[in-house]
C-alpha cells in the first residue's frame, strides 16, 4: 500500500465553501467511499490548517497508486466525482490540464 500526502491550499475567500463541501462530503459519505474505492484509496484524512499566509487542507491518502486519484477523479464522468471535481476547482484552484505538483517524502528517520 502506498501513501501520499498533498498541502491543498484554499482560494482566498473560498473558507467557507470549503466548509460546505466538507458538510456535503459527510452527507454523502456512502457515494464518497464508493469513489475512492473504485479508485482505490483506501484511507483519507484531512486537516485544515489555518496561517497568516492562508487555510490549506493538508491531505493524507493510502491505497493502491494515490498519486493518481485526482486525475482519476477529474476523468470520471460519475455525478458524484463531477460534483467533487467542480468543487476541487472552485474551492482549491485545481485545473487538471496541469500536471499536479511534485510531493517528495522525506523520511526523517
Known sequence: METLGVAA???PGKLGQWREMVSDLRRRSDEHA??????GIAREDAWLQQTPFGDTVILYLE???PATYMKQVFESDT???????QQLREVHGIDP???????????LF
Do not use: H, Y
Open 9 to 11: 491550499p484554499i482560494l
Open 34 to 39: 464508493r469513489s475512492m474505492k473504485a479508485k
Open 63 to 65: 491505497g493502491k497508486e
Open 79 to 85: 455525478p458524484f466525482d463531477r460534483w467533487f471535481a
Open 97 to 107: 490540464s496541469q500536471p499536479p505538483p511534485k510531493t517528495e517524502r522525506v523520511k
